[in-house]
């Protein structure tokens, strides 16, 4: 099936530092990837669409200077959280929609822990 | 703006016994509805959609466009389904945005 990979699995920074976060589809192409955020036992909260070869659709109240997001190619997009507070930390998960299906696949999700 | 209600944030049930999983909705157009299951330690998945009106390790919802909802049932409940359960929303079927209901913690219990 679908596989869809998030690199790193976890990570540990400073405050003030930025952390980039990558999210591959293994065996499809996803033209359209998502990112969301997960608070301890809460569900996900949608950040921003990311689409191949455009710019990403920022949800209301997420700062895109602060989320950066890129999606070069069709199995790729990375979220930078830039100028980490600890307030950042959370589990970002990432999806990926396969152009075929319609289907969203989703990552393992990256856990971020800013001291 | 759409919306997606678990009114249950805790499920607990004896193996064996029915389950139902209640998801309301509020949407003007004409969404497509998803379960999605994450059991412990694993990632998201999804365990079925509306449109494909199939049954997947028994599990069966049926989307009542009258009462807004999407409720997920299985006849008899087994301990391996204990998991997180996520109710979600999509605005099309082209792959868009979801929105996801709180979601409902399942125990079943031996």
């Known amino acids: 099936g679908a596989v869809v990979s998030q690199h790193p699995s976890w990570v540990i920074c400073k405050s003030g530092t930025s952390v980039k976060i990558e999210c591959r589809s293994l065996d499809f192409q996803a033209t359209t990837m998502f990112w969301y955020r997960q608070f301890p036992k809460q569900s996900l909260m949608l950040m921003a669409t990311s689409n191949e070869g455009s710019k990403a659709t920022y949800e209301q109240g997420v700062e895109k200077d602060k989320f950066l997001i890129n999606h070069a190619s069709l199995t790729l997009s990375t979220l930078t959280v830039t100028s980490a507070h600890p307030e950042d930390s959370s589990f970002y998960i990432c999806?990926?929609?396969?152009?075929?299906?319609?289907?969203?696949?989703f990552g393992p999700g990256t856990r971020l822990t800013v001291l | 703006a759409q919306r997606v209600t678990q009114p249950e944030k805790l499920l607990s049930v004896f193996k064996g016994a029915p389950v139902e999983l209640k998801c309301n909705y509020s949407?003007?157009?004409?969404?497509?509805l998803f379960w999605y299951v994450q059991y412990s330690r694993q990632r998201l998945q999804l365990l079925l959609r509306?449109?494909s009106r199939e049954s997947i390790k028994g599990f069966t919802a049926d989307l009542n466009k009258g009462e807004t909802s999407f409720h997920l049932k299985k006849p008899f409940a087994q301990e391996e389904d204990s998991a997180m359960y996520y109710c979600a929303l999509s605005e099309e079927t082209s792959g868009s945005r979801l929105t996801f209901g709180e979601g409902t913690q399942l125990t079943v219990n031996p």
């Open positions: 949407y003007s157009g004409s969404p497509e």
């Open positions: 509306h449109i």
């Open positions: 999806s990926a929609s396969d152009s075929y299906t319609d289907t969203q696949y």
